[in-house]
C-alpha cells in the first residue's frame, strides 16, 4: 500500500512538475524538505499522531513551509493530510525525486571504500560510472567502512560491484575449504 501511494502521488506531482516546466525547482525544494524530516524526527511524530488534528498538523505545515516551498508542494501536504496519507510523505518525496534523476539522466550510486577517497579518486569513480552506464552526472554518497580492507564496493541502484579485498579473501577462503587434499 505504501509503495502504491508514494507512487501515485510521487508521479502526480513529477508530471506536475513537468507539465509546469518547474522539475529543477521542485527537486531543490523536495530536498530541503527532505532534510528538514531527517533532521526533525519530533516533527514526523507530530505528523503521524492520531491525537492531534488535521486541522493542527496543517497548521503546522503551513507555518513550517508556506513562502518557503511551492504552492504545489504545500498542496501535496494538504492532500496527503486530507487523504490520511502524511506518514508516506517521505517516501512520496523520494519518490518524485527518483523519478526527477531519471528524468535528468542523474545517476545515484553509493561508493563504500576502506579508507576516505581524495577528490581525484572520486573523480576517477564518478568518470568510470558515466562512461559505463547511460547516466550523463551522479550523486554519490561516498561511505568508509574499515572492514573491507582494501579496495571499493560501488552500488548504483540494485547493482552492485564488490572489488573489495574482504569479498576476495572471502571468496578464495570459500574456494580452499572446497578444495579437497
Do not use: W
Not at 10 to 26: M, P
Request: hydrophobic share 35%; with cysteine.
Amino acid at each position: 500500500m505504501a509503495k502504491l501511494v508514494s507512487k501515485t502521488y510521487g508521479d502526480a506531482l513529477f508530471d506536475l512538475a513537468v507539465e509546469k516546466n518547474t522539475v529543477d525547482e521542485l527537486m531543490s525544494q523536495t530536498k530541503v524538505v527532505t532534510d528538514a524530516l531527517d533532521g526533525n524526527p519530533e516533527m514526523i511524530r507530530l505528523l503521524n499522531s492520531p491525537k492531534i488534528t488535521t486541522e493542527d498538523k496543517q497548521e503546522v505545515l503551513e507555518k513550517i513551509f508556506k513562502g518557503r516551498v511551492s504552492d504545489e508542494l504545500t498542496g501535496l501536504f494538504a492532500m496527503l493530510l486530507e487523504k490520511s496519507h502524511i506518514g508516506e510523505m517521505k517516501s512520496v518525496l523520494e519518490h518524485f525525486s527518483d523519478r526527477c534523476r531519471e528524468y535528468k539522466h542523474i545517476g545515484k550510486a553509493t561508493v563504500t571504500s576502506a579508507m576516505e577517497l581524495e577528490g581525484a579518486q572520486k573523480t576517477d569513480i564518478e568518470k568510470k560510472l558515466i562512461a559505463t552506464t547511460g547516466y550523463e552526472s551522479f550523486e554519490i554518497d561516498y561511505l568508509v567502512d574499515p572492514s573491507l580492507i582494501g579496495g571499493v564496493v560501488i552500488r548504483v541502484g540494485d547493482r552492485v560491484c564488490d572489488g573489495s579485498l574482504r569479498s576476495r579473501l572471502d571468496r578464495l577462503t570459500r574456494e580452499l575449504s572446497e578444495t579437497q587434499i
